[in-house]
């Protein structure tokens, strides 16, 4: 078999085999098959689109080009939860404390941030010393001890969907139906957990911008998941504007330990209950979701789940003491209101271009060697449906560096859109849909 004659089959269109999947995955996992290939892959397939069958087949052989986690050693029903990629999503953060507070182990391997979005493991680098690359034996140790623990992807677990994420990270080959479900799904069935939910953003800040895409991305990871004998769930969310009002890595911290404190904001609050609550159902912990919502609320009220957060910070090597003074967090040097233009209402933010402000701060990545700066982002005054009069500020930007913020802060007057009618909030759910 040659890379060059798959690469051209799907760049005409062709289905490839099960083995012309595996050999793809297996070559360029082992080093034999070189970025610029798999590059070319990724953009063909992007192009002419991957079947069910072979979106299955290159699941599969990404769960298994490493290891396999078994965690039958662990009592209980372990569950995972993984978003497809959001502005401002900063649930993983809040959300597995809180679970883990009420009883249910949280076996997670989350990301890196991914083109205009954020990552799960960029933010909690936020801690000094965190680390998420640890051992096989430390990631179960901890969720058996504290009920908790999320891992990146390694050499070990799911090394092809490593490699392949920050590749499309770089080359544009992102928002592909199956790419996104292959990468997440590989994720989650090598982790070993018993039930999987499932957060798949819609949205002019998702990577999924129409709502019949979501539930096309959506249905598939579910078949998948429940192919491969796992309780799995689906919520499909909107991104139409950030959720909540911080976008960058600590200043999302900061945000989830306001979650975590019982004071985040509301949208924020809202997902991270009904997320949640799926969690405990899914886990046995809860019959329905009134009872789920009053425990997640309890764990707020009582203090367990903030406990819980320091204990996993802990346990994962970061300074535990930033739970309770965020202060200890990285800071930003520069802050710049930006103000706005004229009198009226916020109708539309582009939300994607909020992300890629933060990016061009520091926040994210522009090529695979890209150093972060967790310090920088902004923060939302004004959202969709709020008043607003000129010179009040819509945000506020977090830089370290004039030039760059400079051209962040004319990109972000660009994605708000202020007229003089109060838009039609209703096209605002914050849940579209549970599958
Ligand atoms: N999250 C992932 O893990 N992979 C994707 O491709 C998109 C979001």
Do not use: W
Not at 168 to 187: E, F, G, P, Q, Y
Not at 251 to 271: Q, S
Not at 280 to 289: F, P, S, T, V, Y
Request: with cysteine; net charge negative.
């Amino acid at each position: 078999m040659r890379m060059y004659d798959i690469i051209m089959k799907k760049r005409n269109g062709g289905e490839l085999s099960r083995e012309e999947i595996k050999f793809f995955v297996e070559g360029y996992t082992g080093g034999e098959i070189p970025d610029y290939q798999a590059s070319a892959l990724m953009m063909a397939i992007y192009f002419q689109k991957m079947t069910e069958a072979e979106t299955h087949a290159l699941t599969m052989a990404m769960a298994h080009s490493g290891d396999m986690l078994d965690l039958s050693g662990i009592c209980g029903v372990k569950v995972d939860k993984h978003s497809t990629g959001g502005v401002g999503d900063k649930t993983s953060l809040a959300l597995t404390p809180m679970v883990a507070a009420c009883g249910i182990s949280v076996a997670k391997m989350s990301g890196r941030g991914l083109g205009h979005t954020g990552g799960t493991i960029d933010k909690l680098e936020s801690f000094a010393g965190f680390s998420t690359a640890i051992s096989t034996e430390r990631f179960i140790d901890n969720v058996n001890r504290i009920g908790i623990a999320i891992m990146g992807q390694t050499a070990d677990l799911a090394p092809a969907d490593k490699k392949l994420y920050a590749l499309r990270d770089v080359t544009a080959t992102v928002d592909n139906l199956s790419l996104i479900a292959s990468s997440i799904m590989s994720k989650k069935l090598a982790a070993g957990a018993d039930a999987i939910v499932l957060d798949v953003k819609t949205g002019s800040g998702a990577f999924m911008k129409r709502e019949e895409d979501a539930l096309a991305l959506a249905k598939e990871m579910v078949a998948i998941g429940r192919a491969a004998g796992k309780n799995t769930i689906a919520v499909i969310s909107d991104m139409d504007q950030p959720l909540g009002r911080a976008v960058g890595n600590a200043l999302e911290v900061r945000e989830a330990i306001d979650e975590l404190n019982g004071a985040g904001p509301e949208d924020f609050h809202r997902l991270c209950l009904t997320l949640g609550s799926q969690m405990l159902i899914a886990g046995g912990r809860a019959q329905d979701e009134a009872q789920a919502k009053a425990m997640l609320e309890g764990a707020i009220s009582d203090g367990s789940a903030l406990r819980k957060f320091a204990e996993f910070v802990e346990a994962q090597g970061g300074d535990s003491e930033a739970v309770y003074d965020p202060e200890r967090l990285p800071k930003a040097s520069i802050i710049r209101a930006v103000p706005s233009p004229r009198d009226g209402y916020v109708q539309r933010i582009a939300c994607d271009e909020v992300g890629i402000c933060s990016l061009i701060l520091g926040g994210g990545r522009e090529t695979k060697e890209s150093e972060l700066d967790l310090s920088v982002g902004l923060v939302l005054e004004k959202k969709v449906g709020d008043p607003v009069r000129a010179g009040e500020p819509l945000a506020c930007l977090y830089a370290n560096d004039e030039n760059k913020c400079r051209t962040a802060y004319e990109r972000f007057l660009g994605a708000y859109v202020i007229g003089d009618e109060r838009p039609d909030r209703t096209g605002h759910r914050i849940i579209k849909g549970i599958i």
